[in-house]
């Protein structure tokens, strides 16, 4: 297969709503205190140094010994009263509910004995915050190029199969055929006839999706979840495997970035709402990165030459996420930002086309994305009809729904 050169450009990305990418990871109640409206990330090292110096080593060394979860509060009160910018890792905003949540939860620990104890061990779990990526030698967040990748491929891919551009019989030839090998490689040579059975049903359920997907049986409303297949390209390297026709980089900070922890809302389509934990999210920033497309992974599936340009990018980005924008929309009747005039009118010129559309990443970016449109949604009063699996939550933070960016191709 004739090799074409990958097309590498460069973009932009601005946040406008809250963004939380987060590790998995968190900060306990062990790491971090909040004084004020400010979250103080410790650096132990730095922080016994001051106590040393100050002479209050002693008092901390006897507060730690025979530590238990019932010391909690008066750990927390050490720490506000000798922690500060200069021993902390990072400082960051704390939102107003979140600083309540804080505050609430200390002072109920203080209230329950030592009898409380199943009380104490949920109320402990209440004070772990989840981490967003940040540079292990800065301390500076980062945007990892694997969530906009799976944006960026899932817009693609959605594109030129609703365009026709795309082999569908070729393509799921090649997917069912990588597939099969897979399970083939893959399946323990010890399963039983019944689990083999319970298997192959399995399979079978998902080739005959995969199936309609590809081969255009589906509603044309029904959309190409792409990460719902990639698990199984996972240890596989295949040159005609158009999942990994794309790479991003991570994106980098080239702005002040102002994070914040807030506590999670779930705002709920029939009214009403429920509230969670904290979550550490990027208020507002700028990064850059790169976005590489390898038009060779793609050639054997094409139905003609098509030249795959940032502009392109850029348009099959616009057309998901501005259904993804009128569902949000629709559903829960919230404005998820606004824009200045300005940018508004660039948005709109033949430039902006072009160069410019809107982006949903990250933790509550997923479930407007896939199997339906806004042409299937249909509100009567409260409630939803018409299409299955639809959202019944929208996720916020700051009061606002998570993960909206604007991505700009500079260069």
């Keep these: 297969m004739e090799r074409m050169a990958p097309v590498t450009f460069r973009c932009r990305l601005e946040v406008k709503t809250p963004l939380s990418i ?60 000798n922690v500060d910018e200069s021993v902390s890792l990072f400082v960051g905003e704390v939102d107003e509910d979140a600083v309540k949540y804080f505050r609430n939860k200390m002072r109920s620990m203080q209230r329950l004995s030592r009898e409380d104890k199943e009380t104490f061990q949920k109320t402990v779990s209440k004070f772990v915050v989840k981490k967003i990526h940040r540079n292990p030698l800065t301390n500076l967040p980062y945007i990892p190029g694997s969530s906009i990748k799976g944006a960026i491929r899932t817009a693609l891919i959605n594109y030129l199969l609703e365009e026709g551009c795309i082999d569908r019989e070729k393509v799921f030839g090649e997917i069912e055929e990588a597939f099969r090998k897979y399970l083939k490689d893959t399946w323990p040579k010890s399963y039983s006839k019944d689990e083999l059975k319970g298997k192959r049903k399995a399979v079978d359920k998902l080739m005959e999706e995969l199936s309609k997907v590809f081969s255009g049986e589906l509603d044309s409303s029904l959309r190409c979840d792409v990460t719902k297949y990639e698990k199984f390209f996972e240890n596989n390297d295949f040159s005609k495997d158009f999942f990994r026709f794309v790479k991003v980089s991570d994106f980098r900070p080239i702005s002040d970035v102002v994070t914040s922890i807030g506590r999670i809302r779930r705002l709920k389509r029939k009214g009403g709402e429920s509230k969670f934990g904290l979550m550490e999210y990027i208020k507002e920033g700028a990064f850059e990165g790169e976005v590489t497309i390898y038009p060779s992974y793609m050639k054997a599936f094409l139905s003609f030459p098509l030249e795959l340009t940032p502009s392109l990018l850029i348009k099959a980005l616009r057309k998901e996420f501005s259904k993804v924008f009128n569902k949000e929309h629709k559903l829960w009747k919230v404005s998820a930002f606004k824009v200045s005039p300005a940018f508004s009118e660039y948005y709109r010129s033949e430039e902006g086309k072009n160069k410019v559309s809107f982006v949903k990443l990250g933790f509550g970016a997923g479930a407007l994305s896939k199997t339906f449109s806004d042409d299937d949604i249909r509100v009567v009063g409260n409630a939803v009809t018409g299409i299955r699996n639809v959202p019944t939550e929208l996720t916020l933070l700051g009061g606002k729904p998570l993960g909206w960016c604007v991505l700009e191709v500079v260069e």
């Design 22 to 81: 987060t590790t998995g990871e968190e900060y306990t109640f062990l790491e971090y205190t909040v004084k004020g409206n400010k979250f103080y990330l410790i650096d132990f090292g730095r922080f016994i140094g001051k106590l040393r110096k100050a002479g209050k080593f002693r008092e901390f060394f006897e507060l730690m010994k025979n530590f238990t979860v019932y010391d909690i509060p008066r750990l927390q009160r050490f720490f506000m009263e």
